[in-house]
């Protein structure tokens, strides 16, 4: 059995035929899955050293020279590599007194702080499986970003609690702008909001929990959803990118919707982390400083928004980037100051960011062509094996050479 | 998708029986339900009946894939997310440790399975809705979120 | 027209991503806002036609598709290089981009859409 690191779930139950470097078959990946597969023959990197193609040991030496010289050095990315090339990355970043921050900073960060430090209660997803008969997906749309998230764990399968699998013991909800292709099958609990409208619908939900007439336009709708809410033997919440984005900076109301659902039944959160091992660099930044991400080791440990991403790409004199592409998904505004500055990149596939970058060091696909662990969006911790030979070293394999140069 | 009033026509409409149906509506019928093939109507073959019968391959052409359950996967539209597999409920009867508790198949006798990213139908007679038993069952249509499955 | 763009995830367009993100499918899956249908035919925009999406971040050219369903006020755009043009730079104290809630406008226009390279010059310019 292959896992697959094509998102956040981290299925371990993949199978995959193979001859020789090639892949002929494989069962039980998602279409997305199967594209990170197909994508082991497509575009790959290639090492580069200003702007000529080198050798990988070159670029290595050229990498470690720069990080060496550099003042401010910020070292972004990480949610696409292995726990144990993250724990080297943390550690560089110690040596070279660099910011370091990863892709949570612009996404669910904030819904991730709370869980990883227990401020709001979380469960594994084979407990949804189990358990969870009440679902809520809140500004999400597993169908398209986590193909299986529904079928392996959440609303599909039978679980020890509930044989009959979603028929009849579960129900799930859907909190979303937009009519997406999960809110067709989830379409008689559909609840169409309009763009921010998170806040007022939680404030909605704690009014009628108070027994209070909820100030929106279908009462009924509303106060049935409660009551179902309420009867709930586990409830879960599974917080998307559009949560994050429409809450941010009040996700504290999250937290008390939670709380307040707490009081009559048990609720969990997990949150729909995109990115493979997201999760993992947060725990282990957490369990190494107390902070999950945006953090700077200039002067001890410090912590804030100005090692945010956003702002360091801004105020940095070098950028490591590991398993990302910022030049992709920042805005274009933060992006072209990114690209202003000197840039490693690290990555198995020509990126935005690696056509801009003065040193490109191609690496391993990790679950493909490298192994190592994870953790699972929902903290589980996933090991895999190689299934095929790599002609590229692993990211920890980089990192370790360069922390070994500096 | 087509209908056997648009099918009946398209056939000579001569109640012959030469199919082994008492009406060219039933054969309409049968053809939809992928009981009879176009060519169990043999005056349709005729020289006058080409056009007619150009016309009918063409309208069957997209449910020429379906099983004899009617079952189309439409695999350009496919997620490959595995709803239809896990819901499935003989699937789900076949191969209690992998699809009913959501894991990729374990057993040979499911009817759904996905491989290399897409659905594919692998044991059709097995599926609620062949044979003399048949029920109307539309779980995996109903858990499909790109309308990939179709019964025709 | 004004809208509000909110940005999603398509699984053919990561799909296209995780293959090849200078490919000719991201591009075409990812270069395009979904629009309502009585939003686009007051404005007069037509399934297919090239559209200029503005807001006060940026602007860029690319392709209008009608939706099946309503939602008059906002346009849909996948998440991608093309819609980050459109995100605002500078952040509230969170200092989390507003990716999926765009004030912008759209019209109808004869420019080109850009290829990926023509976005990485644009960065570099
Ligand atoms: S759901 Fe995610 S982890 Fe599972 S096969 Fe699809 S992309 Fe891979
Ligand atoms: S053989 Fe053809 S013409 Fe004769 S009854 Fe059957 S369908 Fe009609
Ligand atoms: S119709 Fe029912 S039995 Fe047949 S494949 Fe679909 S879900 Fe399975
Ligand atoms: S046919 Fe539909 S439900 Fe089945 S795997 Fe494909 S997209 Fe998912």
């Not at chain 1, 809140?138 to 970003?145: R, V």
């Not at chain 1, 030979?389 to 980089?398: A, H, L, N, Q, R």
Request: aromatic share 6%; hydrophobic share 40%; proline share 5%.
């Amino acid at each position: 059995m292959a896992v697959c690191t094509g998102c956040s779930l981290l299925c371990d139950d993949i199978e995959v035929s193979i001859d020789g470097r090639r892949i002929t078959k494989t069962k039980n990946l998602c279409r997305k899955g199967f594209g990170r597969y197909r994508s082991l023959a497509s575009d790959r990197s290639v090492p580069r050293v200003d702007g000529r193609q080198a050798g990988i040991e070159e670029a290595i030496s050229r990498a470690a020279e720069m990080l060496r010289n550099a003042k401010r050095p910020l070292l972004f990315g990480w949610s696409c590599s292995t726990l144990e090339a993250q724990r080297k990355g943390i550690e560089l970043a110690r040596r070279t007194k660099a910011i370091i921050d990863d892709t949570s900073s612009i996404c669910q960060g904030e819904i991730m702080d709370m869980v990883i430090r227990k401020d709001i209660p979380t469960c594994t997803l084979d407990d949804v499986r189990n358990y969870g008969d009440t679902l809520i997906f809140w500004g999400c749309d597993p169908s398209s970003s986590h193909p299986r998230h529904m079928s392996r764990f959440s609303y599909f399968p039978r679980g020890e609690k509930l044989q009959r699998g979603h028929e009849e013991d579960r129900t799930a909800f859907l909190i979303d702008i937009r009519t997406s292709p999960t809110a067709k099958i989830l379409a008689g609990n559909f609840i169409q909001i309009s763009p921010g409208g998170d806040a007022d619908l939680i404030e909605a939900m704690l009014a009628v929990l108070d027994g209070k007439i909820p100030r929106v336009r279908d009462k009924k709708a509303m106060i049935s959803m409660m009551n179902r809410l309420k009867k709930a033997d586990m409830g879960v919440i599974f917080p998307g990118l559009g949560l994050a984005y429409s809450l941010k900076g009040r996700m504290d109301r999250m937290k008390a919707l939670v709380d307040r659902l707490n009081e009559t039944t048990r609720y969990n959160v997990i949150p729909m982390v995109g990115h493979y091992n997201m999760r993992g660099f947060n725990q282990l930044l957490f369990d190494e400083t107390g902070f999950i991400n945006r953090v700077s080791f200039a002067d001890g440990v410090d912590h804030g928004p100005v090692y945010s991403v956003v702002e360091a790409s801004k105020s940095c004199d070098l950028a490591l980037v590991v398993g990302s592409d910022p030049i992709s998904s920042l805005p274009a505004g933060i992006a072209k100051a990114l690209a202003g500055v000197p840039m490693i990149t690290l990555d198995p596939h020509r990126t935005l960011t690696t056509e801009l970058s003065r040193v490109v060091i191609p690496t391993a696909l990790s679950g493909i062509e490298a192994g190592g662990s994870a953790l699972r969006m929902d903290g589980v911790r996933i090991e895999f094996d190689p299934i095929v030979k790599s002609e590229y070293p692993s990211d920890e394999e980089v990192l370790s050479k360069i922390l070994e140069e500096i | 998708m087509v209908s056997a009033m648009e099918i009946y026509q398209l056939t000579p409409k001569l109640n012959c029986k030469k199919c082994g149906l008492p009406t060219c509506m039933a054969f309409a019928v049968a053809l939809l339900a992928r009981e009879k093939q176009i060519e169990d109507c043999t005056p349709l073959l005729e020289p006058k009946y080409e056009a007619k019968l150009k016309k009918l391959r063409e309208v069957m052409a997209p449910i020429a894939g379906a099983t004899e359950t009617g079952l189309v996967i439409h695999e350009d539209r496919c997620y490959g997310c595995g709803n239809c597999v896990v819901a499935c409920p003989v699937n789900v009867a076949n191969d209690p440790k992998g699809s009913a508790i959501g894991l990729g198949p374990k057993s040979d006798r499911v009817i759904l399975v996905v491989e290399d990213g897409v659905v594919r139908c692998l044991n059709p007679k097995e599926c609620r809705r062949f044979g003399p038993n048949r029920i109307l069952c539309n779980l995996c249509t109903a858990t499909c979120p790109s309308k990939a499955i179709e019964f025709v | 027209m004004k809208v509000t763009i909110v940005t999603f995830r398509d699984i053919f367009q990561s799909e296209a991503q995780e293959v090849d993100r200078f490919g000719e499918d991201y591009r075409r899956m990812s270069a395009v806002v979904f629009l309502d249908k009585s939003d686009a035919a007051k404005a007069g925009i037509k399934d297919g036609s090239n559209v200029l999406v503005e807001s006060d971040n940026g602007r860029v050219v690319v392709v209008a598709r009608i939706s099946e369903d309503t939602h008059p006020g906002l346009a849909f755009m996948p998440n991608s290089p093309w819609s980050n043009q459109l995100v605002p730079a500078k952040t509230d104290d969170t200092r989390i981009p507003s990716y999926k809630s765009i004030s912008a406008t759209i019209s109808v226009t004869d420019d080109k859409i850009p290829t990926v390279e023509d976005l990485l010059r644009e960065l570099v310019s």
